[in-house]
Structure formats: structure tokens, C-alpha cells
């Protein structure tokens, strides 16, 4: 199904208190809704977990419903977020900025939905190295994560998220096709042809080849949301809050998706991704354009699966003043009844 607009929806949700230092395994602590509007709907409990990718360390985090306590067990479906090649995954989707809601991890648990996410080899918490963390990398990464979510719930099968880089997801649902219940793709790109960020990237990969970490300080966190050429679809209390969330982990992250996205595309074969799946594309997304997404998602083998396009939205869907269209595309094609098989 090929859908040009979303509805609106506004929903009444806010953000709770970060992850924070509940990165130790076992660490458990309930975390209620900022500005007094705790209620057994809207609070949220996390916990912090390792996994052991051979000698590299990497960090997972995990949020769910908090009125069900310590009855969590093994019965909320599992929503895995994937995160992209510039931000570590707390910073992508558990941000906290003041009288507003950005925690895509909160959001989903409030949905009903166990959230993880982790950081890849070299960004946040997790084992800084010499390698560049390329989507191959990225997608072993996912596998050792995958170990450690299964042995916490039970769960053979989840739900998967990647926005931009993020789309990794495809590679490793390409990878380990039983492993995946429903796909989300955000800000995918399948060849990059006639992108203006991917050119952009291809002009300097001499310079991306040369180290295995590339610069990315504040005024590159900043440029995120100007590159587009949209920079009113984002607050600047966002971006603020954003390079004040990320700064702390360094001013480098590694260089290999980057080299990936500008010189070795396409990653993924659509005709191996049999998974149901969800593309979302920013209107102004630079990154991708829609004959390019649109290949990808016509070579698709599951005849459950959807293209929308955000309107008013760049690259950045879960940074945009528009996310709540995200959200609201992804609720919906999570909550979808079964086909009924003719």
C-alpha cells in the first residue's frame, strides 16, 4: 500500500526521567512522567542490560509499562530501536527535553510495547574500539543483542525500528529473517541515487577512508537539522538539548556506515527482506529520494507492507515537530489485524 499523507493525531503523552545510570545488569528503577502527570498508564520502568559481541562490550537499554511493576514476565510484544551513524541510541530515542515529549522509548512503552535499543561498537556506553562500526559490524551487533533479549523475554520474534544508518534493521532481518516480526524503516536510503546528503558524502571519501572515527561535535550534531534546507521543522530547544544529551560521549563517532552509505550501496536485497514491513520517508528528506525507496520497496516479497510519506518532515522523523505522524504510523501498522488468507 502506497499512502501519500497521515492523518494528525495529538497525543497526550510526557516524557519520563532517562535511563540515566541504569546501565548495570539488574538495575531496575520506576520512572514516572515529568510535570506531575504520573498515572498507572503513564509511568515507565527501565533497566539496563550488557551484551558480549566476542571481546567487545556492548550496552542495551529497555523500557516498559510501569504500572505492571515487577509482573513484567514474558507478555508485552518487543519493539527494538536501531539507531543511526551519528547519535548514540539514548540521545536518538529516550532524549529529554523540558515541557516536551521526544522519548520514542517512553512513548512505545506507554503504548504497551517492551522497548530496547543499544549503542553500536564505538558510540555511547558501549566498548570503544579501532574498528569503524560499518553496517556489517552493526548487524553482529544486532545478533549479540538479540541473545540477551530473547534470554530477558522469551521472545524469539520482535518487532524491529532503524531510522536513517538505522535501517541496518533491513540487513539484518536480510540476516536473520526468523528473527523478525514486523519492519519499520525510517529515512532509509537503497542506492542513494540523486540524494543530495549522499553526494555530499561520496565528494569526501578519501577523508571518511582515513580514519576509522570521523569529527562529530556540536556544530555537526547542529547541521543535522539545517542540511535539509527545513531547519523550522525542528526546535531549537531540541538540538540544544540534543548536543547537550550527546556531547559527553566524545567528539568523534566511527566513519564506517558513512563510507558504507557513500561508496557501497545497495546493503540490502528487498527480495531476501520477507518480513511485513513499514518505509516512512520525510517529504524533504535529503538522504533519499522516493524512485529511489520506492525500488526497494516494489522488489519487496511480503504483500504486507506500507510507503508513507511524512509531510512537513525532513530526515530527522523522530526529531521533527512532526514525529507524532511517526508514531502514529507505526502504532498502527504495529496494532494492524492478520490478512485473512483467501
Not at 525532513?314 to 488468507?341: C, D, E, I, T
Request: aromatic content about 8%; hydrophobic content about 40%.
Amino acid at each position: 500500500m502506497i499512502t501519500r499523507q497521515i492523518a494528525r493525531r495529538t497525543l497526550l503523552v510526557r516524557s519520563g526521567f532517562g535511563l540515566g545510570a541504569a546501565i548495570g545488569a539488574g538495575l531496575r528503577s520506576s520512572l514516572a512522567p515529568a510535570e506531575g502527570k504520573a498515572s498507572p498508564s503513564g509511568e515507565v520502568s527501565s533497566q539496563g542490560y550488557w551484551a558480549d559481541k566476542g571481546s567487545v562490550r556492548l550496552a542495551l537499554y529497555r523500557k516498559w509499562p510501569g504500572n505492571l511493576g515487577g509482573a513484567l514476565e514474558k507478555q508485552l510484544p518487543v519493539l527494538f530501536l536501531v539507531h543511526g551513524s551519528s547519535l548514540s541510541a539514548l540521545s536518538s530515542f529516550d532524549l529529554q527535553v523540558p515541557g516536551d515529549d521526544y522519548s520514542m522509548m517512553n512513548v512505545f512503552a506507554r503504548y504497551g510495547f517492551d522497548v530496547w535499543t543499544m549503542d553500536h561498537e564505538g558510540f555511547g556506553r558501549s566498548a570503544q574500539t579501532s574498528g569503524t562500526s560499518d553496517i556489517g559490524s552493526r548487524v553482529d551487533d544486532l545478533k549479540a543483542a538479540m541473545a540477551t533479549v530473547q534470554r530477558e523475554t522469551g521472545r524469539d520474534k520482535i518487532h524491529m525500528f532503524g531510522e536513517s544508518s538505522g535501517a541496518i534493521a533491513a540487513a539484518f532481518a536480510q540476516a536473520e529473517p526468523e528473527r523478525i516480526d514486523r519492519l519499520m524503516l525510517a529515512a532509509f536510503t537503497y542506492k542513494g541515487e540523486g540524494a543530495a546528503e549522499i553526494a555530499r558524502r561520496r565528494a569526501r571519501i578519501d577523508e571518511l577512508r582515513a580514519s576509522p572515527r570521523r569529527k562529530r561535535d556540536a556544530a555537526m550534531i547542529r547541521s543535522i537539522f539545517t542540511r535539509d534546507g527545513h531547519s523550522s521543522l525542528y526546535d531549537p530547544a531540541m538540538v540544544e538539548a540534543l548536543v547537550t544529551a550527546e556531547m559527553p560521549n566524545g567528539d568523534s563517532v566511527p566513519s564506517g556506515s558513512y563510507v558504507d552509505m557513500a561508496v557501497n550501496l545497495p546493503l540490502v536485497d528487498p527480495a531476501k527482506v520477507r518480513a511485513p514491513m513499514l518505509m516512512t520517508r520525510g517529504e524533504w528528506d535529503g538522504n533519499s529520494t522516493d524512485s529511489d525507496l520506492l525500488e526497494f520497496f516494489r522488489a519487496l516479497p511480503n504483500g504486507d507492507r506500507q510507503y508513507v510519506i511524512l509531510p512537513n518532515t525532513a530526515h530527522s522523523q523522530g526529531f521533527s515537530k512532526n514525529r507524532r505522524l511517526l508514531w502514529y504510523a507505526m502504532n498502527n501498522f504495529l496494532n494492524a489485524p492478520a490478512a485473512v488468507a483467501s
